[in-house]
């Protein structure tokens, strides 16, 4: 997850068996890929170059960036402006400390505004 241009907590999920999404919700019974949540600074930095880069692109927002890896080659699959932030899953390093970084943010933005 990349917020005001500052990677702030990174997951790296896994494709459902036989699927090309993490869930496969079209199966008989639910099937996920799973997901391992990381510190960023143990992100590789070609993961981590391309996602600022391509963040950059949008905006200094709040964005999820879906990225293909392998190797040393990386892919953008999509910058998502409604990042999923699930409990035990993306906050699963930095648990509340993450709702306080982008909590933070906004305030600033809001105060900067004038409200």
Not at 28 to 53: H, I, M, N, Q
Not at 54 to 83: C, F, H, T, W
């Amino acid at each position: 997850g990349v917020l005001a241009g500052r990677a702030i907590y990174a997951c790296r999920y896994h494709m459902a068996r036989d699927h090309w999404q993490i869930y496969n919700h079209g199966a008989k019974r639910f099937s996920s890929g799973g997901y391992e949540t990381l510190p960023t600074f143990e992100v590789p930095k070609v993961v981590l170059d391309a996602a600022l880069k391509a963040s950059r692109v949008v905006g200094k927002g709040l964005y999820g960036v879906d990225i293909k890896q392998k190797g040393q080659q990386v892919y953008v699959m999509e910058v998502n402006d409604n990042p999923s932030i699930e409990h035990d899953v993306e906050d699963a390093y930095l648990g509340k400390e993450l709702y306080m970084l982008i909590m933070a943010e906004f305030q600033q933005r809001l105060e900067q505004r004038g409200r």
